[in-house]
């Protein structure tokens, strides 16, 4: 008699990834801002990147362990992963190409197959032969949109863990009229303050008062509240250098700014929707860039023209009709562009050119007379360039941070969030 023996399906390997943890994991890979090319093979302002560097990233992600836990593949394939040579195991590529398929399933990449071209026929006295082929046209992949506000999301909830806050958006209710005795104050509540009644708590406190009849009449020790805050509405530009320096001296400037931005992204949609934010590039010139394209965009041209960022910056504002309006400028360089009259670009990367600085400073002043704060957070110390920043600083009565890459984030925030609220009880 034939028997068959049945065990327990333990699943793919592939399976068991926590796709949510390896993108995040993935984030400055998916973020490169030329920093990088060199060692994964992809050209600057190149938004699609190849999948076999892709393959090689998940590669070093699952090598570094956590990913998949315990009895999720068997220690043979596990011993093969930590080898020099795993990613020639036709296993361990089964394996990274799985992991890849998923994202795709799941939204986070969109692959692009190269093109299949047939090359042209040469003709012969004796037929057709088609010429050689050539090397075939590597597989690329571009990243989401969901990628980037899952990159967002989770940079935003990283720099509000170091801040000391555990969540955002959360909202006490008190009881308004024991509260104000128990605080001894009076508060004349005016237009234009934040009052959110709990509807909800308010009648079933007068339900449990007098009982449920018809009408259900309200008293003011009845009375149940959302505590909140008064959000002053703000429109922001994050100006954001993306000169060559930004990846120069063995150090990615821009990839942590493009990440602080995404997070700043984030929380003004979530948690200011009366707020704007825009996004101005500047470089040998400026331009503005959709919100959307953040996390695509790389460093670009050697210069930096501030003056030309303020400027494009203060049209973008003076549309605003907001409360509040301020530029936020993150930079690691001084000014050594200008755009002159006639369109040309005036180039000196040799100190700080006088004609270049009394340009830029002219420029700051029409944004104290317009009433544009400019806050700047510098990512150099050199003695010219803080002195430079301090001048800035003087004449918009804005803040200077002179802070690092990782700690730009937090500075940032806490700026941002400091202003834009007072407590009303």
């Given amino acids: 008699m034939k028997f068959m023996r049945y065990g327990k399906y333990l699943g793919e390997p592939a399976d068991a990834v926590d796709l949510e943890e390896l993108v995040k994991r993935l984030g400055d890979f998916f973020l490169q801002s030329g920093f990088e090319s060199q060692f994964y093979g992809m050209n600057e302002m190149d938004s699609e990147k190849s999948m076999e560097a892709l393959r090689q990233a998940i590669l070093k992600a699952l090598q570094e362990g956590d990913l998949l836990p315990e009895g999720a593949m068997s220690d043979e394939l596990r011993e093969m992963l930590q080898n020099a040579d795993a990613m020639n195991n036709n296993a361990v590529r089964d394996l990274l190409d799985k992991v890849m398929e998923r994202m795709a399933q799941e939204g986070f990449i969109n692959p692009r197959q190269p093109p299949q071209v047939t090359p042209p026929p040469q003709t012969s006295a004796r037929g057709q032969v088609g010429q050689p082929q050539g090397r075939q046209m590597e597989a690329r992949f571009e990243i989401t949109d969901k990628t980037i506000d899952f990159l967002g999301f989770k940079t935003l909830q990283d720099l509000l863990g170091s801040l000391g806050r555990s969540s955002f958006g959360r909202h006490d209710t008190r009881d308004l009229a024991t509260g104000i005795e128990a605080s001894g104050v009076s508060k004349q509540y005016e237009f234009?303050?934040?009052?959110?009644?709990?509807?909800?708590?308010t009648l079933f406190n007068a339900v449990r008062r007098d009982g449920a009849k018809v009408p259900i009449e309200i008293n003011y020790s009845d009375l149940m509240v959302h505590q909140c805050e008064y959000h002053s509405s703000c429109a922001t530009v994050v100006l954001l250098d993306c000169s060559h320096s930004m990846i120069l001296y063995g150090e990615d400037r821009f990839t942590p700014a493009k990440r602080v931005a995404m997070a700043l992204s984030h929380l003004i949609r979530t948690q200011y929707p009366g707020d704007t934010l825009s996004l101005v590039l500047f470089h040998d010139s400026a331009e503005e860039v959709p919100l959307g394209e953040l996390a695509r965009v790389q460093v670009g041209p050697y210069y930096t023209n501030t003056r030309e960022g303020l400027r494009l910056a203060q049209r973008i504002?003076?549309?605003?009709?907001?409360?509040?309006?301020?530029?936020?400028?993150?930079?690691d360089g001084k000014p050594s562009a200008l755009t002159l009259e006639d369109g040309r670009i005036y180039k000196n990367a040799f100190g700080l050119d006088p004609f270049v600085v009394g340009q830029t400073l002219e420029e700051v002043n029409k944004c104290k007379r317009a009433g544009i704060m400019i806050n700047t957070f510098m990512l150099a110390s050199d003695y010219s360039l803080v002195h430079f920043v301090q001048k800035i600083t003087e004449m918009c009565r804005g803040k200077a941070y002179f802070t690092t890459p990782y700690t730009l984030g937090q500075y940032l925030l806490m700026d941002y969030m400091s202003r834009k609220t007072k407590q009303i009880h």
């Fill in 317 to 331: 504002l003076l549309r605003q009709k907001k409360d509040m309006r301020q530029i936020v400028m993150i930079t």
């Fill in 192 to 201: 234009g303050d934040t009052l959110n009644l709990d509807v909800s708590e």
